[in-house]
């Protein structure tokens, strides 16, 4: 399996509710990534965590990390149809590259 | 998709013809990056600059290569296509040392081998 990969990997909720994705990974890390992509566009920076740190907010988006069971967590609060996109984790280890799990996507339904 | 361009958007191209991406960026970044995204693979890193003439492979590096003659422009060389190279490819760019800084990727490039 790869070392990030994010569950589940697809996601239906109605607008106003809470989403929640989790991410998993093999090897001790640096920092982890979330990234947000938008149907036929790039990817755009969430937030970042650093190895460190449990927890970090960012508008209506909680990340937190446990370094002790190498798994990270996306909390969308009150989401949006705008938030319809497919959310990637990105580990990351000094001086190596990204690597990025397959991704979930998540249907937010008016 | 800020001050990162890719160009072609599109191309279809047959088996066995050489394809050159070009990815353009106007922020002044050192290093830059060349993945593809397929399903079920997330994104997987091709290859990578770390400088003008300086880059290295990634994870999937075989039919591709690379150069970096100016600091802004990225070219992604199939020498010789195949169909497995159809993917869709996004060049990213990143300020700073390896892993400590956050990626901007471009819009994409969609390539159909046929």
């Known amino acids: 399996s790869q070392q990030g990969e994010e569950d589940p990997q697809a996601l239906s909720i109605q607008e106003g509710e809470n989403a929640t994705m989790n991410c998993s990974y093999k090897?001790?890390?640096?920092?982890l990534q979330w990234y947000r992509q938008n149907s036929g566009r790039g990817l755009v920076h969430l937030i970042l965590?650093?190895?460190?740190?449990r927890e970090k907010h960012s508008g209506r988006l909680r990340v937190t990390l446990d370094t002790s069971k190498k798994s990270s967590s996306l909390l969308i609060t009150a989401s949006r149809a705008a938030d319809t996109a497919s959310y990637f984790c990105?580990?990351?280890?000094?001086?190596?590259?990204?690597?990025f799990g397959p991704g979930t996507r998540l249907s937010v339904l008016p | 998709d800020a001050g990162i361009t890719q160009s072609p958007r599109h191309k279809v191209t047959e088996t066995g013809t050489p394809v050159t991406l070009r990815c353009h960026q106007t922020?002044?970044?050192?290093?830059m990056y060349w993945y593809r995204q397929d399903p079920g693979h997330g994104l997987r890193l091709i290859h990578y600059?770390?400088?003008?003439?300086?880059?290295d492979k990634g994870e999937v590096s075989d039919g591709y290569s690379v150069s970096r003659s100016k600091t802004e422009d990225f070219l992604l060389t199939l020498e010789s296509a195949t169909s497995s190279q159809t993917s869709v490819y996004f060049c990213?760019?990143?300020?700073?040392?390896?892993?400590?800084?956050?990626?901007?990727f471009g819009p994409g490039t969609r390539l159909l081998v046929l």
């Open positions: 600059s770390y400088g003008v003439k300086d880059t």
């Open positions: 965590i650093r190895s460190n740190e």
């Open positions: 922020e002044n970044h050192r290093y």
């Open positions: 990105a580990t990351i280890l000094y001086g190596q590259n990204f690597v």
């Open positions: 990213a760019i990143s300020e700073s040392h390896i892993g400590q800084e956050t990626q901007y």
């Open positions: 090897t001790s890390i640096n920092n």
